[in-house]
């Protein structure tokens, strides 16, 4: 099984990157499955339903995301649904009957012959305290199904690069790639664990290369020189020069055999 999967999409720059790139990232890679990580895709924001079904005609299976997860809630329209939306959401959310959170945490596509399962965790280091312990949040969801992939692809949003190593380590064997998103910054240390998981800890960001991780540079510097958010505009999004980061993997026998980075920098 080959799988292409591009990172973090970010705004009208990170759309156009994929609509002008994905042709020929196609032809090249011929990928039997496509994944992307959307939560920025609108504006910097999650995807709102026309940015989710846009990926969808461009045949994108699963969209995962982080987060900004219900940054857009009043526009999310199918995204959350409807049962057959591409787009997740990170799974270890602590749900209560009386609190339903929207979306699902995973998702299971299958196509010729082929079954693949993409599930999105999100971290509780420096970002939200109250999630479920994402190890073992995963722990439970592989040990909950009863039935075979032909491979299992892991997006865990996180902020640490420790952690994500750690979790490679933890799901070798287990899944067939884990990945990190979130920092939108690509690192080169892509590899494959004894027991066949590929890894690498962060996959970047298909957005605005000239950018504050999406955003313009004066809507951050205020904040980060005088450490209070009392004198910043509003955080607003490039729309210029772009840069498409992901990999590419392939997969035999539920073991990751090939990792490649992409990078396209305009
Ligand atoms: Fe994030």
Known sequence: MKILILWDIFGRTGRRMV?????????????????????????????????????KDLGFDVL??????FSNLKDSGSVFSD???????PANYL??????????GWRIVEKNGQKLLVINVMSNVFMYDGL?????????????FTEKFDAIVVDFHRETTAELVNMAYFLDGRTSVVYGTHTHVQTNDERIFPKGTGMITDLGMTG????????????????????????GPKAEQVVGEGVLTGIFVE?????????EKIRIQE
């Not at 997969?251 to 990792?259: F, K, L, P, S, T």
């Open 19 to 55: 609509e002008e790139n994905i042709g020929a990232l196609r032809t090249k890679y011929t990928p039997d499955f496509m994944i992307a990580n959307s939560e920025n895709i609108t504006g910097g924001k999650w995807p709102i339903e026309k940015h989710v079904l846009a990926m």
């Open 64 to 69: 995962t995301g982080g987060n900004h997860v």
């Open 83 to 89: 049962p057959e939306s591409i787009q997740i959401r």
């Open 95 to 104: 749900e209560l009957r009386e609190y339903p959170i929207p979306g699902k």
């Open 132 to 144: 479920d312990n994402p190890f073992q949040s995963i722990d439970r969801i592989l040990s909950g």
């Open 208 to 231: 605005p290369l000239w950018s504050s991780i999406g955003h313009t540079f004066e809507s951050r510097l205020p904040q980060l020189l005088t450490g209070t958010k009392l004198f």
């Open 251 to 259: 997969i035999r026998e539920g073991r990751c055999v090939h990792i």
